[in-house]
């Protein structure tokens, strides 16, 4: 079955760093990934999405991610990272079957100091 | 726009009570999905309606969850009788097109239950 992975459980990052959140996917195919983000107390919001051709998505906040098919990866980054950016951060992928439904990861928590 | 509209926010009961949680979607949205998401892990798909139909229901534990989703607007999830692992957020969210995951999913805050 469709999967992703989200090895980073926490991360903590200063105010003005870079940032890059890891997501690894198992999918047979072209796999259809998105990044959202949960602020505390907030529903879910989406990113970015990636269903096909360039492999750099650009989404909303500043953010971006790049489709790595040898990697079996879909990491997002963010050049320069805001305190307001404090949040947990969930990959997701489509996966097909009888109804096609979205597959969370487990989430990364970011923290971010200032 | 209006966006996803939850209530109540929380919610704690006794385990073997039951519990009822409500979603309005955003207006002309034709799929309404409601995920429950325990602390620490990642949203996980319930029940998914296209209108008033079910499409997916196949991840809901039907001994003690039910949902419907009248006139295919509003819908309900209801718990009973409710267990101590049912502790979780509960998320409704709906989307605007064919009722494919590809489709951009608009979540609303949740409903966080506590069940002792």
């Known amino acids: 079955a469709q999967s992703v992975t989200q090895p980073d459980i926490h991360i903590t990052v200063s105010e003005g760093a870079s940032l890059e959140l890891r997501c690894n996917y198992s999918?047979?195919?072209?796999?259809?990934l998105f990044w959202y983000v949960q602020s505390p107390g907030q529903g879910l919001q989406l990113l970015l999405k990636y269903f096909s051709g360039d492999t750099l998505v650009q989404g909303i906040k500043g953010f971006e991610a790049e489709f790595k098919r040898s990697q079996s990866s879909f990491n997002l980054r963010k050049p320069s990272v805001h305190w307001s950016d404090a949040a947990e951060y969930f990959c997701a992928v489509v996966t097909t079957g009888t109804a096609s439904k979205l597959t969370f990861g487990t989430g990364t928590r970011l923290q971010v100091t200032l | 726009e209006a966006g996803v509209a939850q209530s109540p926010r929380y919610k704690i009961i006794e385990k073997r009570q039951s519990v009822a949680f409500w979603c309005n979607p955003i207006?002309?949205?034709?799929?309404l999905y409601w995920y429950q998401q325990i602390l620490g892990q990642g949203p996980k798909l319930l029940i998914q309606?296209?209108?008033?139909?079910?499409?997916?229901d196949s991840q809901l534990p039907k001994d003690r969850f039910s949902a419907e989703r009248l006139k295919g607007v509003d819908s309900t999830l209801k718990i009973q009788p409710a267990k101590l692992e049912d502790s979780a957020v509960y998320l409704c969210?709906?989307?605007?097109?064919?009722?494919?995951?590809?489709?951009?999913?608009?979540f609303g805050p949740g409903t966080r239950l506590t069940v002792l």
């Open positions: 999918y047979g195919a072209t796999p259809y």
């Open positions: 969210a709906s989307s605007f097109f064919s009722g494919s995951a590809t489709d951009t999913q608009y």
């Open positions: 207006s002309g949205h034709a799929t």
């Open positions: 309606f296209q209108n008033n139909g079910v499409v997916d």
